[in-house]
């Protein structure tokens, strides 16, 4: 190990140094560094395996490295040749599934090869040194041909992961350094030829898929790529191939996938539309996205084989059972169709659910989806996309109504087309044809989706839906477990790190587009992925600082141990946070676990439960009062608070679980006073506080409270009681109190008799008569609202509304006042009375006025 650490150091050193004086002995130190690590690794193969495993992590070396794992473990060289080229594009081998090989597994624990994942610099640096060195390109060539024709000769034991793998290194080494010489050519021709022959179908095109399908498309594409790459050589020999290419293309057809694959480059071949096949046989090595990049505007190599190959191509004729699809995807993206003509023949397929729902099962129909979304963007504007927002509104009311009957066809049918719609809003976000996701029954449309069998539409639309709405997977994840299958975030590591989140977070709260929905679903991603990948609390911290710097005046934690201390200090952020709903998303996430670790915490330091209870308690009603006034929109007072109230499902868990665990809490808030909207807002959606009816008749009953105290107690209480309570004694009693508190206060309200003006105020110097009034005049409107199957408190609510009306006939009769004053005191008896009738009516006219 330290001989291998020191020939790296001394091949470092001269590297750095190779543009001085010394640069000719230089060369000779970093090639006699090179000689001395090949040596150590022929030593043994837990050496060499080692040497692989510095090289590596140091970064250094690149040719070095293939050399070893070419010489001493051939099974794990292809596997990191392949590698080279998929990391070169961000595509490892954990996101792109080869045949029936998934990943590489580890089987020997000292085979390091096995398990190699070069890091993304050392592929660039392999790729670079492949480029370069042709002739370390023309032994990787020849190894890569040589283990494929080992692999051939192991007959039937043979397993086509590695020869899938194989064959695309092959064709990803040819089309990034050349071909080499004719004969190894034609060996490498012959061995792929003999190997498409050899599979053994019997059905062939009756199967939808095979197993064999990813290497009849990595064949052909690699075929292709040879003899395109060897026709661009001067002096080439033209005939050299016609004895092993293009005997029929319709021989190596293994499953209607395969024949639909073939018959594409066919056409495209007989139709030399260069850039379509280069791209289509790219897309069978690379990835999607490096298959594009690799295009070149100015490729001649293409289309000159594409001008010698074209007479030897046959022209096959159509299968209508299979070739739909791949027709569809082929007029897309050719350029010599218009998209008038294209799209009258995607809309016969739309249109028909019998075709939709043969399309739902078609491993295509996510191609054939943005295909038609790319053609649309080719063409020129107004962009009117196949499938209307209207549609899907209509199908959407169509489908749910009738889900009983499970008509399948018209199910698939919707399914597809609110793919389509999706799909064009994601590449059109500000059309003015786009649906919007939230006005549709989504949690309905998921439900059923996890219910049924699994399909690339079912996973697309949870794409989207986790994309546009993704509150409705938190709200339905308890209920709905494989919300998430098949849906998969991949970032690059830099965007994901702590600090670059956190950046992330700043960036938005400064700028005045925090409400955009495309930055704020990346940003809640990447905070995702980040969590899952670096050290969860590293991220919170990072993240929750960034959260609290948008307040100037904000308390700095350095710790997420000193914030689990102090949670409440997230509560400090500005409402820019809180009102926008990814970064408030985050910030709740954050909140949920430090609460957690500060139940601990308070638990742990408590000698005794109830102190530790009392101190959760008096947290949780803070924070159950501050989320009260952002989710009733109490917190802007300019506005309505109905038009300022914030949505959101997570707050109210939070504040429902703290009503539930804690019991009189909201007794507590209630006894504390709270504006009325957010009264409203707590009693309505937080059924929870009924719980709490003992506590605030014992509260009504107590001597220790003044009558305006109690007037506001009551007006809560009786709140619940019509909402959430049921006709039982602890409803009855709860009622009878408060109402009594409503009758004793009459004259608190219309204010002592004789005295003109409101001279009774509290020590804050407000009003107390007219808090009362509006206290009184909204109790006599909940009223109202008791149900006819709540007879004990429709008895209760007459009574009390008859001794009040006896008190504004008493009041009228009671001289004393004139002028002004009575004027008043007469509209405001008069207001009580209308009251008092709008109740009784609700009543149907119980009580004798």
């Avoid at 070169?88 to 597994?105: A, F, H, N, Y």
Wanted: charged share 25%; aromatic share 6%; net charge neutral.
């Amino acid at each position: 190990a330290a001989l291998v650490r020191g020939c790296i150091d001394a091949c470092r050193i001269a590297e750095m140094c190779n543009d001085g004086e010394q640069k000719d002995g230089n060369i000779k130190i970093i090639q006699r560094a090179k000689e001395s690590v090949e040596s150590i690794a022929t030593l043994s193969t837990r050496e060499a395996a080692h040497v692989a495993g510095v090289l590596r992590q140091s970064c250094i070396m690149p040719d070095v490295l293939i050399r070893v794992a070419m010489t001493h473990n051939a099974d794990s060289a292809v596997p990191l040749i392949w590698s080279v080229f998929r990391e070169s594009s961000g595509e490892t081998q954990q996101t792109r599934v080869i045949g029936r090989v998934s990943r590489l597994r580890v089987r020997n624990k000292d085979n390091l090869f096995a398990a190699f994942r070069p890091q993304e610099s050392m592929s660039s640096k392999v790729l670079e040194a492949l480029r370069g060195d042709s002739d370390l390109a023309a032994s990787t060539r020849s190894f890569l041909v040589l283990y494929l024709a080992q692999l051939h000769n192991k007959g039937k034991i043979v397993v086509w992961g590695q020869v899938v793998m194989c064959v695309q290194s092959l064709g990803m080494l040819v089309q990034g350094c050349g071909v080499g010489p004719l004969d190894e050519i034609e060996n490498c021709n012959k061995i792929l030829v003999e190997m498409l022959k050899s599979i053994n179908c019997a059905e062939r095109e009756s199967r939808e898929t095979s197993k064999y399908d990813e290497f009849v498309k990595s064949a052909i594409a690699t075929l292709t790529i040879i003899c395109s790459k060897y026709m661009s050589l001067s002096g080439a020999n033209e005939n050299a191939f016609k004895s092993v290419y293009f005997p029929s293309f319709h021989d190596w057809v293994v499953s209607r996938a395969s024949a639909a694959f073939v018959e594409r480059i066919q056409q495209l071949i007989n139709g030399c539309e260069v850039k379509c096949l280069q791209n289509a046989l790219l897309c069978a090595l690379f990835s999607e996205k490096q298959a594009i990049d690799s295009t070149n505007d100015e490729d001649t190599e293409i289309t000159k084989f594409c001008e010698w190959a074209s007479h030897l191509c046959t022209d096959a004729k159509r299968d209508d059972s299979f070739a739909g699809v791949m027709g569809l995807i082929e007029m897309g993206v050719s350029t010599s169709v218009s998209y008038e003509v294209y799209s009258a023949a995607l809309d016969k397929v739309l249109d028909d659910p019998i075709k939709c729902s043969e399309l739902y099962h078609d491993k295509n129909v996510l191609v054939l989806i943005d295909t038609a979304i790319s053609k649309l963007m080719r063409k020129d504007p107004p962009y009117i996309p196949a499938v209307l927002p209207l549609s899907i509104d209509f199908q959407c009311r169509k489908v749910l109504k009738y889900m009983k009957c499970n008509d399948d066809n018209l199910w698939r049918q919707f399914l597809i087309h609110l793919v389509y719609a999706c799909s064009f809003l994601s590449k059109f976000p500000k059309t003015s044809f786009g649906i919007i996701p939230s006005s549709l029954p989504l949690k309905e449309i998921v439900a059923r989706i996890c219910q049924g069998e699994t399909s690339l539409v079912g996973k697309a639309i949870i794409k989207f839906v986790k994309q546009f709405c993704p509150e409705i997977l938190q709200q339905g994840i308890d209920r709905l477990p494989r919300v998430q299958d098949g849906v998969e975030l991949e970032f690059d590591i830099e965007l994901i790190k702590p600090a670059s989140v956190a950046r992330a977070v700043q960036d938005i709260i400064s700028s005045h587009d925090s409400q955009s929905s495309n930055i704020s679903i990346d940003l809640e991603r990447r905070y995702i992925a980040s969590r899952a990948t670096f050290p969860s609390i590293e991220v919170d911290v990072e993240v929750a600082s960034a959260l609290l710097r948008s307040v100037e005046d904000s308390y700095h934690f350095m710790s997420y141990s000193i914030l689990s201390k102090d949670p409440l200090v997230l509560l400090k952020c500005s409402l820019g946070v809180w009102t926008n709903d990814t970064l408030r998303r985050i910030l709740l996430c954050i909140f949920n676990r430090v609460l957690a670790s500060h139940d601990a915490l308070v638990a742990d330091a408590a000698s005794d439960p109830e102190v530790s209870s009392e101190c959760l308690a008096s947290r949780d009603i803070l924070l159950v009062r501050c989320f009260l006034f952002l989710l009733s929109g109490c917190y802007n007072e300019k506005k309505d608070s109905t038009d300022c109230a914030i949505n959101c499902p997570i707050m109210l868990s939070m504040v429902r679980h703290a009503v539930a665990k804690h019991r009189g809490l909201a007794a507590s808030l209630v006894r504390q006073g709270l504006p009325f909207n957010a009264l409203d807002w707590f009693v309505q959606n937080v059924p929870e506080t009924f719980a709490d009816a003992i506590e605030l008749t014992t509260m009504l009953e107590s001597r220790t409270l003044t009558v305006m105290e109690k007037l506001q107690i009551s007006d809560g209480a009786l709140c619940m009681s019509i909402l959430h309570g049921l006709n039982d004694s602890t409803s009855q009693r709860l009622v009878y109190n408060a109402l009594s508190v409503l009758v004793s206060s009459f004259y608190l309200v219309v204010g002592p008799v004789g005295v003109p003006v409101n001279v009774l105020c509290d020590e804050h110097g407000r009003d107390i008569t007219q808090t009362c009034r509006v206290v009184m005049f909204r109790m006599l409107g909940i009223l109202r609202n008791i149900g006819s199957e709540n007879k004990s408190l429709r008895h209760e609510a007459t009574l009390s509304l008859s001794k009040i009306a006896n008190l504004c006939k008493s009041d009228g009769a009671i001289g004393g006042l004139k002028g002004e004053a009575l004027k008043k005191r007469k509209k405001l008896l008069t207001e009580v009375w209308d009251a008092i009738v709008k109740a009784n009516e609700a009543f149907g006219g119980g009580v004798q006025l």
